[in-house]
């Protein structure tokens, strides 16, 4: 959007993905990309074909515990995602049979974990942690849901207010998910200098734990993720307390 041929073409703004929600919601943009939680809560269509998601580990997306998942009580989030936050409750509750109480913080690890049994820590807080080097139980919530499941995790789409897809738009967006893809070296060079990264991390992040282009079961996953939060909804569950 950028770089290649799409550039100029769209008045962009850069937002965490929660905040592209809320600006979708409010009508002050037309199309953003959403977690994915964000398609049980607004009538939203998606623009097929490109988003975040993974196939397994995500890195960027750490449950860090001070004890077995089992035995979680409390937990803080970060809750600049809105899927993660709804992600971590389901499996929890699914696959390790437990509902925390829990309270929004600031991306602080050592201080999260003051007040709570466990922190969800999400992005480049994350990606700044080796889960091998700190003596805290960690999962990765991609290859959580993936080993539950055996599917694929989608966390955020392209999406866009009723009306505002069309098949030219789709296009647009597949064609710059490819640029960029074609392009993933310079990337790399970029985004490692600036938020101060090893280029090796960020070109594993980007090669090996995210996928970008999204097909049929990635779909498939998506589906059942919002099947399983809508029922939570359903029921009345009380997980978060946003600050």
Excluded: N
């Amino acid at each position: 959007m950028l770089h290649g041929r799409q550039r100029d073409r769209f008045d962009l703004e850069f937002r965490l993905p929660a905040d592209c929600a809320d600006q979708l919601a409010s009508g002050a943009a037309d199309i953003g990309i959403v977690p994915s939680f964000e398609l049980t809560r607004q009538r939203l269509e998606i623009i097929p074909g490109a988003g975040i998601a993974c196939h397994g580990a995500v890195r960027s997306i750490l449950l860090i515990s001070s004890r077995p998942a089992a035995e979680i009580r409390t937990l803080a989030l970060d809750s600049s995602s809105r899927t993660s936050v709804e992600l971590v409750r389901l499996i929890l509750e699914r696959r390790y049979g437990v509902a925390p109480q829990s309270v929004s913080h600031a991306p602080d690890l050592d201080r999260m974990l003051r007040i709570a049994d466990a922190a969800l820590i999400i992005g480049d807080p994350a990606l700044r942690i080796d889960p091998a080097c700190v003596p805290w139980h960690v999962y990765d919530l991609g290859a959580e849901w993936v080993e539950m499941t055996g599917l694929p995790m989608v966390f955020a789409v392209w999406a866009g207010r009723t009306g505002t897809v069309t098949p030219e738009l789709a296009a647009a967006f597949q064609e710059s998910c490819r640029y960029g893809l074609d392009h993933l070296e310079e990337i790399v060079a970029a985004e490692s200098a600036a938020r101060g990264f090893a280029p090796d991390l960020v070109r594993e992040y980007l090669t090996r734990h995210i996928v970008h282009e999204l097909g049929p079961r990635d779909y498939q996953g998506m589906e059942l993720f919002l099947e399983y939060a809508s029922r939570g909804a359903a029921a009345g569950m009380k997980f978060v307390t946003p600050v």
